[in-house]
T-cell receptor
């Protein structure tokens, strides 16, 4: 099992460009999450999906959209990138419906730079 | 939002016990407190979780007082490979959102 995979690993954008970060998991998990981690800081939840077809905002959702394409895939879209969105983006998944007892499994991250 | 505070960094030597505390002043009453470990250029990895009192697994112990305003991760006899950043994860009482702590960078010396 590959676990949680993310593409791309690195990306450089110009201000105003759009892009989609892809995430897939092969553990048959119900919940999936998107976090951002700014240099030297902790992780902040952007959006999560407790089950296929549902999405909810996290702590910092502004400037992002998400799509739970199916049970395996959860994508994060930046419609008009801004330098403040320069960060490392982590996708995670968990077996349950997003409860605090769920163990989250994280992908390797996507390092995004917006110029 | 729940304010979660951790020491920025800690130093230790191999073989010592390390205790890292996370202060969380407004967490949901029925949710668990979880700790994760993160190595450079990797995603976080689950260590341990608990609701109250003490929980122990093969790698760590977690102490949670009755008021649940803090939690302490205890790593017995650390080794060089324990050098990493450690985060607590809680649920905010008002928003029901998951909130990671600020993180503690642990450096273990030989």
């Amino acid at each position: 099992n590959a676990g949680v995979t993310q593409t791309p690993k690195f990306q450089v954008l110009k201000t105003g460009q759009s892009m989609t970060l892809q995430c897939a998991q092969d553990m048959n998990h119900n919940s999936m999450y998107w976090y951002r981690q700014d240099p030297g800081m902790g992780l902040r939840l952007i959006y999560y999906s407790a089950s296929e077809g549902t999405t909810d905002k996290g702590e910092v959702p502004n400037g992002y959209n998400v799509s739970r394409l199916n049970k395996r895939e959860f994508s994060l879209r930046l419609e008009s990138a801004a330098p403040s969105q320069t960060s490392v983006y982590f996708c995670a998944s968990s077996e349950g419906g997003g409860a605090s007892t769920d163990t989250q499994y994280f992908g390797p991250g996507t390092r995004l730079t917006v110029l | 939002l729940a304010k979660t505070t951790q020491p920025i960094s800690m130093d230790s030597y191999e073989g010592q016990e390390v205790n890292i505390t996370c202060s969380h002043n407004n967490i949901a009453t029925n949710d668990y407190i979880t700790w994760y470990q993160q190595f450079p250029s990797q995603g976080p990895r689950f260590i341990i979780q608990g609701y109250k009192t003490k929980v122990t697994n093969e790698v760590a112990s977690l102490f949670i007082p009755a008021d649940r305003k803090s939690s302490t991760l205890s790593l017995p006899r650390v080794s060089l490979s324990d050098t990493a950043v450690y985060y607590c994860l809680v649920v905010d009482y008002n928003t029901d959102k998951l909130i990671f702590g600020t993180g503690t960078r642990l450096q273990v010396f030989p």
